[in-house]
């Protein structure tokens, strides 16, 4: 049985479709199409209902998920013992950009050490730039960024990470059903530099109405980013999966822009090109979504 089309099946069971199955193995659609078929003639049934693009596990394949997901599970502690001697203790370094580090990868760890009791991690921080050199220097096994480009490293995709505008309870941007970029533009905005691709986006936001933001203040830590909003000294793009709590709680809001495109930017992890992949990476991949 090939473990690529098992693969394959796992991740388009937890990303609910092929094209975004395509994206995060880095294949082309009629790639993972053909893995699927072949698994599904090797086992002599379908595994998805097909409806348009819409994908739905069939009875069979809910049958075959969980020893799909044991089969791969077995094949990384298998790489994660040749790797490591049992006499030596296991260790993860795991280079993140701050955020990640602070909203995503808290929620990953409780069962990363229920799968892997045995391995010790340490987390490094900082801004993806420097993550990346961490990467190239050997001084981290794989990075988790903002996208990032290097001659020198892969990449795959770990998530999508939509940006959105926030502002706080009672702000008048809130009052209408649909705000245009033009009224944003008269608001005070808290620029929050996360990175050189939320930049371009954003100012191309402005600049596509020949609009120039009204920023009043720049800030590097999130945590300042929202304190300021939720204190009402203006409004902010923040990605979406920072502010999940103060959503919850009613201490943020998001306005309902008008957007020409989607505000998206992908999270990738990342490692050096020609070495093996660590055997961690796909645990973080499939419990990312």
Known sequence: MNLENIEAFVYAVHLGSFVKTAEALYLTQPSVTARIHSLESELNVELFQRTGKHISLSEQ????LPYAQTILQSYQEAKVKL???????????????????NYIIPELIPTFQQEYPNVN????????NDIL???????VDFGIVRTV????????LFRHDPIGLFAPAGHPLLQSEQVTIEEV???????????????LMIYRLF?????????????DSMETAKNLVM???????LPQHCVVKELADGRLFRVPLISPGQLDVKIEIIYRKGERKSPFIDFFILNSV
Not at 83 to 101: D, R, V, Y
Not at 121 to 128: A, C, E, L, Q
Not at 133 to 139: A, I, M, R
Not at 149 to 156: G, T
């Open 83 to 101: 790797h490591h001697p049992i006499t030596t203790p296991n260790q993860l370094k795991i280079g993140c950009a701050s955020s990640i580090s």
């Open 149 to 156: 480009k290097h001659s020198q490293i892969k990449s795959l």
């Open 185 to 199: 533009s008269e608001q005070p905005l808290i620029f929050f530099d996360y990175g050189s691709v939320d930049w």
């Open 207 to 219: 600049d596509s109405k020949n609009l120039k933001p009204n920023i009043i203040l720049e800030v």
């Open 133 to 139: 050199d961490k990467v190239l220097n050997k001084k």
């Open 121 to 128: 991690i340490k987390i490094i921080t900082g801004h993806s």
């Open 61 to 64: 394949g809910k049958i075959f």
């Open 231 to 237: 204190n009402g000294v203006g409004v902010s793009f």
